[in-house]
């Protein structure tokens, strides 16, 4: 038997993630294929097409012709969902895919059927234009973390990709939550393997943070910048820091990230877990479910930041320091430095390298590059 190999690609600040998993079509052995994701953002002069076209020239070189079996979009950030259609425009073929699992959110008629989410959402949108308004008349857009939240979660950009990944599937698409049961043969083609959904709820309003108006804050005494930093850049982050944008900011990221499909794969006997950007509130709510299960990998979300990987007492329910069996685990990083300020979070590498015997960065690999873990 070969081995089920997770292929976890450098796109800069992003997830892009080829998982090849061995099984039978009937008596014949066939080897079939995850996607999760394809996007990026804030990479630099390197980043999108660049990087897209390199994975996507990967992908095809190692389906050799054969279809993606099932593309997984785990949730609605540009760092999550612009890949394919960026490479697309670029004038590259894309594979084909036969199954798209799209986060319950993403459908088109999804506010409609829930009113609450569809008020929260409308709220989001207004903040983020007023975000947007206060930033460029405040002269905060070049301010590294403004930036990056404008981009990733630009609504207009993000609707375009969603709606081209509503298209991919040449078989059936389906908008996934915890309540959704995938069935062999209708939702996807896999025999030997299992999936368990465990987030998100369909109804997903309860994310949405209260938005509030951006305030003022008071001015005090001109702050002088420390040594060896550049004033200019400086007075800048000081003022972002005044405008009160931040917490409206996390807010509209935050309800996104909780809108993360986490999902586990099993396959003989082990048990894999990808939880896209699912954040604390997230879990929370999968361990009132009773979702949470003892795991071999993880999937660590959100790039590895502090607020994405769950605290001491949901790991150990994931990743318990007395372990079940003898097989060993991992932990994937997909994540870029220097993108976002404490991203990756050396305390929450610790926190993971404390449970797993091996941890993995997609950065120990050139950009447009892969890593790969295996699983006999």
């Not at 993630?17 to 052995?29: A, E």
Request: with cysteine.
């Amino acid at each position: 038997m070969t081995a089920l190999t997770i292929v976890a690609y450098n796109v800069l600040f992003g997830d892009a993630i080829l998982i090849c998993v061995p099984d039978n079509n009937g008596r014949k052995s066939v080897m079939r294929h995850v996607l999760i994701d394809v996007g990026n953002v804030l990479g630099g002069p390197e980043s999108n097409a660049h990087v897209f076209r390199s994975v996507v020239d990967d992908l095809n070189r190692r389906l050799d012709g054969r279809p993606i079996d099932l593309y997984v979009m785990t949730h609605e950030h540009m760092d999550h969902v612009q890949g394919l259609l960026c490479a697309q425009q670029d004038g590259q073929e894309l594979p084909q895919i036969d199954h798209a699992w799209l986060t319950a959110s993403a459908s088109k008629n999804y506010y409609e059927q829930f009113p609450e989410a569809k008020k929260q959402r409308a709220l989001h949108l207004a903040a983020y234009d007023r975000v947007h308004r206060i930033a460029l008349q405040r002269g905060l857009v070049g301010v590294a973390p403004v930036r990056a939240f404008l981009d990733n979660n630009n609504p207009r950009r993000t609707g375009d990709c969603v709606a081209f990944l509503r298209q991919v599937a040449r078989k059936k698409t389906t908008y996934v939550h915890s309540g959704f049961k995938p069935v062999p043969g209708e939702t996807h083609p896999f025999s030997q393997a299992t999936f368990s959904i465990w987030a998100p709820e369909e109804d997903t309003s309860s994310y949405y943070g209260r938005m509030r108006p951006v305030m003022q804050k008071k001015r005090g005494t001109r702050l002088t910048a420390p040594e060896g930093v550049d004033q200019e850049a400086f007075a800048a982050l000081v003022e972002f820091s005044r405008s009160g944008l931040g917490d409206e900011m996390l807010a509209i990221d935050r309800a996104a990230n909780n809108t993360s499909i986490v999902f586990t794969i099993e396959w003989h006997g082990w048990r894999l877990l990808f939880c896209g950007d699912a954040e604390l509130r997230s879990w929370r709510t999968m361990e009132k479910q009773g979702q949470l299960r003892p795991v071999h990998f993880i999937k660590v979300g959100h790039h590895a930041s502090h607020n994405g990987t769950p605290g001491e007492d949901i790991l150990e329910q994931i990743l318990p320091l007395q372990r079940p069996d003898s097989r060993l685990r991992t932990a994937l990083v997909s994540t870029c430095k220097d993108t976002y300020n404490g991203v990756p979070d050396d305390k929450t590498l610790d926190k993971l390298r404390h449970r797993v015997d091996k941890l993995v960065q997609t950065t120990e690999t050139g950009v447009g590059e892969a890593v790969e873990i295996t699983f006999e």
